[in-house]
């Protein structure tokens, strides 16, 4: 998978992408990082100049849509060479839908997604119209650019990248799989400030401890994401007790 990001701070994503699972991914082809700085577009040659003043006032800069717009046209002719298939193009911003675990694993399913990062106080309309794909929050509250959120649904994204992960099974069983957060987990030692590592796990009984662990992740989705666990609920509506016959 290749990611693309339009950014005015290229340094920022590669530094940050390069470490960990994502560097390690990167670095046995598994993925691949494409940070553009939207100045190199500008047509300021003289001072790189991507923002200006808001018609009708207000506080604030805007970023222009002509340096994304040929950002983005350069892009997406690397990518043409190789498919006929648009790009997808998410704009980071608080107005989008919400980042999740079933959106990361649709977009893991991609071969090349571009990321628009905003900066000052946003980015011309105009351009949004003619490349945005799709529009996509981390949460409701504002950063100051389009970056690190960027860089968080690339990490969600990566990781459910076949090969990425050395445990295929790791990202089955993590937080948010079939809308149940993940189950207490224990390592050595055995018992650490009179606190003592569950026996079931200690058991050898793996049918039994996949089903300690499933109710484990139950009662915390209950208690912690009551949402979560209204939508898990839901796809499992509890099965009605059998009648007892009468003698």
């Known amino acids: ?4 990001i339009m950014t005015l701070f290229p ?10 699972i994502t560097g390690r991914a990167s670095d046995k082809g598994y993925i691949s990082f494409n940070a553009v700085n939207i100045r190199d577009y500008t047509n300021d040659y ?12 207000g506080a604030g800069m805007l970023m222009q849509a002509q340096p994304i717009y040929d950002c983005y046209l350069s892009i997406k002719n690397k990518i043409s060479e190789k498919t006929d298939k648009k790009p997808r193009v ?10 999740n675990q079933k959106m990361a ?8 997604i571009i990321f628009l990062c905003g900066h000052y106080e946003g980015v011309d309309e105009r351009v949004l119209e003619e490349i945005v794909t799709e529009y996509v929050s981390i949460g409701d509250y504002v950063l100051t650019g ?32 079939n809308n149940l957060l993940e189950y207490p987990q224990y390592s050595r ?24 662990r499933l109710e484990q992740s139950i009662i915390r989705t209950k208690e912690r994401r009551p949402d979560l666990y209204e939508k898990w609920l839901l796809e499992n509506p509890p099965k009605p007790e059998k009648k007892k016959r009468k003698r």
């Open 90 to 99: 998410i704009y980071v911003t608080p107005q989008g839908s919400v980042f």
């Open 11 to 20: 340094e920022m994503i590669q530094q940050s992408l390069s470490n960990s």
């Open 146 to 177: 389009g970056e690190l959120p960027a860089m968080v649904m690339i990490d969600a994204i990566s990781r459910l990248v076949p090969g990425v992960l050395s445990n295929d099974e790791s990202a089955m069983t993590e937080s948010f799989n």
């Open 46 to 57: 003289k001072h790189h100049k991507v923002d200006d003043y808001t018609y009708g006032g």
């Open 1 to 4: 998978m290749n990611f693309h």
């Open 189 to 212: 030692p055995e018992e650490w400030m009179g606190k003592k590592v569950p026996a079931i796990l200690l058991s050898g009984d793996h049918k039994k401890v996949d089903e300690w």
């Open 105 to 112: 694993a649709e977009l893991a399913k991609e071969e090349d």
